[in-house]
């Protein structure tokens, strides 16, 4: 079984300031993990992905995220944020193998606000 | 969204009406799901399917059904609507080569 674990249903931060979106997962297999973001009122769109390459993941936009086996963790992070990166940010888990057929996973979501 | 199409985009029901969400993908992929997002959560898959002829239930599958009988349709079928269908509907594919899901634009379902 596979689970996700948002650690924030909100968070706030000022523009130019660092992001930290935390996510913590569970899997029986080596897992693939991914952060979606959700505009208002639009679909998703990925961000990055984690799939047992290098565990610093580079995405879009200026953001990253670091697989972290022992912690079981991959927070997502932006050195600085900028108004257009407030959204809702999803952290998902996969596994692509067996008869798991890539079903996905969702957390139950962090909303960013952004300040000016 | 990589070539996942969904149709309507928004759509009311009554109370125990029917209605069809169609899904089609034009990249020949043979892994298609249906979730639905409600207000503040994740997404949780209702169905899915291996390919043509083969469907199977996901997390939340009760009240809906799916059929799946070309690689390109994958139709999601509410027979007796209820006011806790009232959600978002997304259909996706899952790309196994790039080990990436695209999601279509959704459809937005209010049942009064």
Same mark, same amino acid.
């Given at each position: ?116 | ?28 992929? @043979? ?6 997002? #409600?207000?503040?959560?994740? &997404?949780? %898959?209702?169905?899915? =399917? ?14 809906? @059904? ?6 390109? #349709?994958?139709?999601?079928? &509410?027979? %007796?609507?209820?006011? =806790? ?28």
């Amino acid at each position: 079984a596979q689970s996700v674990t948002q650690l924030d249903s909100h968070v706030s931060v000022s523009e130019g300031t660092p992001v930290l979106l935390r996510c913590n997962y569970s899997s029986s297999y080596s897992p693939s993990l991914f952060w979606y973001v959700q505009h208002p009122n639009k679909g998703l769109q990925l961000l990055l992905k984690y799939t047992s390459a290098a565990t610093l993941v580079k995405g879009i936009n200026g953001f990253e995220a670091e697989f972290k086996k022992s912690e079981t963790s991959f927070h997502l992070t932006k050195p600085s944020a900028h108004m257009s990166d407030a959204a809702e940010y999803f952290c998902v888990v996969s596994f692509a193998g067996g008869t798991s057929y890539g079903k996905l996973t969702f957390g139950q979501g962090t909303i960013l606000t952004v300040h000016p | 969204n990589a070539g996942v199409t969904q149709t309507p985009k928004f759509r009311i029901l009554k109370i125990g009406q029917s209605m069809t969400l169609q899904c089609t993908q034009d990249m020949n992929h @043979n892994y298609m799901y249906w979730y639905r997002q #409600d207000p503040g959560m994740g &997404l949780k %898959l209702i169905y899915y =399917s291996v390919g043509a002829g083969i469907t199977d239930k996901g997390e939340v599958p009760n009240g809906y @059904n799916v059929s799946r009988s070309t690689t390109e #349709d994958f139709p999601l079928r &509410l027979e %007796l609507a209820a006011p =806790s269908q009232t959600s978002v509907y997304f259909c996706a594919i899952w790309d196994r080569v790039r080990n990436e899901q695209f999601f279509g634009p959704g459809t937005r379902l209010t049942v009064l």
